[in-house]
């Protein structure tokens, strides 16, 4: 891996026994935070060499903020150090079963913000999950089954062909295949999936395109995406003008899956638009501006997360100021305060029983 313009050797990577800090390269331009932040950016080995979301890392370090970066096959993670590290967040983008996003799950539990956060992740990670959530809560989705292996094919009714076939924890469109009839599985061929599971779906006639909506917070762009389904189908992958009903829908996922920046993929049909995948960090491609959108984000939510943790101690220690006189080391005194605050009335004895003060004639 490359850092800071020199390549650090796999045998040092391995041994490592914290993350790498990226070195400090402030640039003129960007936006100035009032408080610069210290991020660590979870790297999985699929992402080593991809662009995302080490481009969002870099973008950050030359605004002038500490990025570490955490490789999980080669860096020893001390857990018992995880809630003195400081963090203002960690940044993952997961793959699916990956070492790292059970890092980011006990960076959450020691209290640390994660972007984007482990339910929301585990929601959409798992496409068995996704499926059955989404249409729970009202998101248009084809009719799907899960499988535990390919034989089971056979016994899903005719009636909800063609079907769509993909891995429970595929990305990248890999894996997809496409059954016009039950008389295709005889020449039906997957490779090796490792033990996955499958969602079989019902395929919903498209223009033989995606549409993939890219969101970050409240901003949603549309891009038109090659079909891994139709790749007979000549298109230019470029940002769309996007509709109403587009922007309500990737909002929407957004509100009941509790993702901050994400995307999922559409298909519009007769019926509407149909999601048929959310991704939990996307790739963001053709969208205008989007490292320096991306960056400004995660910045926006490690600041009011930074600044919510302040208010909470500063509401802490107004509590202990104001229960002070009535605590005694660290527990509630034995002695309760008379409103005239002589003492002499409703003292407590050494058992406990109240003991009345001399009345007056």
């Given at each position: 891996m490359e850092i800071g313009g020199e390549e650090v050797p796999r045998s040092e990577r391995r041994v490592a026994r914290r993350a790498v800090r990226l070195r400090a390269r402030r640039?003129?331009?960007?936006?100035?935070?009032?408080t610069k932040m210290y991020l660590c950016f979870i790297v999985e080995e699929q992402y080593r060499h991809d662009s995302m979301p080490m481009v969002i890392a870099d973008q950050l370090r030359q605004w002038g903020h500490t990025?570490?970066?955490?490789?999980?096959?080669?860096?020893?993670?001390?857990?018992s150090d995880l809630a003195i590290q400081r963090y203002d967040a960690y940044v993952l983008k997961t793959v699916s079963g990956g070492p790292g996003?059970?890092?980011?799950?006990?960076?959450?539990?020691?209290?640390?913000?994660?972007?984007?956060?482990?339910?929301?992740?585990?929601?959409?990670?798992?496409?068995?999950?996704?499926?059955?959530?989404?249409?729970?809560?009202?998101?248009?989705?084809?009719?799907?089954?899960?499988?535990?292996?390919?034989?089971?094919?056979?016994?899903?009714?005719?009636?909800?062909?063609?079907?769509?076939?993909?891995?429970?924890?595929?990305s990248a469109c890999r894996g997809i295949y496409r059954l016009n009839s039950p008389a295709d599985l005889a020449t039906l061929e997957i490779g090796p999936h490792n033990g996955n599971f499958f969602l079989a779906q019902?395929?919903?006639?498209?223009?033989?395109?995606d549409v993939k909506l890219y969101v970050i917070g409240k901003d949603v762009y549309a891009v038109a995406k090659k079909?891994?389904?139709?790749?007979?189908?000549?298109?230019?992958?470029?940002?769309?003008?996007?509709?109403?009903?587009?922007r309500r829908l990737a909002r929407r996922v957004g509100e009941i899956f509790g993702l901050d920046i994400y995307g999922l993929d559409v298909l519009?049909?007769?019926?509407?638009?149909?999601?048929?995948?959310?991704?939990?960090f996307p790739s963001f491609g053709?969208?205008?501006?989007?490292?320096?959108?991306?960056?400004?984000?995660?910045?926006?939510?490690?600041?009011?997360?930074?600044?919510?943790?302040?208010r909470?101690?500063?509401?802490?220690?107004?509590?202990?100021?104001?229960?002070?006189?009535?605590?005694?080391?660290?527990?509630?005194?034995?002695?309760?305060?008379?409103?005239?605050?002589?003492?002499?009335?409703?003292?407590?004895?050494?058992?406990?029983?109240?003991?009345?003060?001399?009345?007056?004639a």
């Open positions: 640039t003129a331009d960007g936006p100035t935070a009032a990025i570490d970066v955490l490789e999980p096959p080669d860096t020893v993670t001390c857990l996003f059970s890092i980011l799950e006990a960076a959450e539990a020691v209290g640390i913000p994660t972007i984007n956060n482990s339910r929301s992740i585990s929601l959409v990670r798992d496409k068995t999950i996704a499926a059955a959530f989404a249409h729970a809560r009202g998101i248009p989705v084809p009719r799907t089954y899960f499988i535990a292996h390919l034989d089971l094919l056979k016994k899903i009714p005719e009636v909800d062909y063609p079907l769509v076939v993909k891995p429970t924890n595929g019902h395929y919903v006639d498209n223009p033989g395109y079909s891994p389904l139709h790749p007979e189908v000549a298109l230019e992958e470029q940002l769309l003008p996007l509709a109403a009903e587009w519009e049909t007769s019926q509407g638009p149909v999601v048929v995948d959310i991704n939990d053709h969208v205008p501006g989007a490292v320096g959108q991306v960056a400004n984000y995660i910045l926006r939510i490690a600041e009011q997360a930074k600044l919510k943790r302040r909470n101690k500063v509401m802490v220690m107004q509590a202990f100021t104001a229960l002070k006189p009535i605590l005694h080391g660290g527990q509630l005194s034995k002695t309760a305060i008379p409103r005239n605050g002589t003492g002499t009335e409703n003292d407590a004895s050494p058992n406990g029983a109240r003991m009345r003060g001399p009345r007056m």
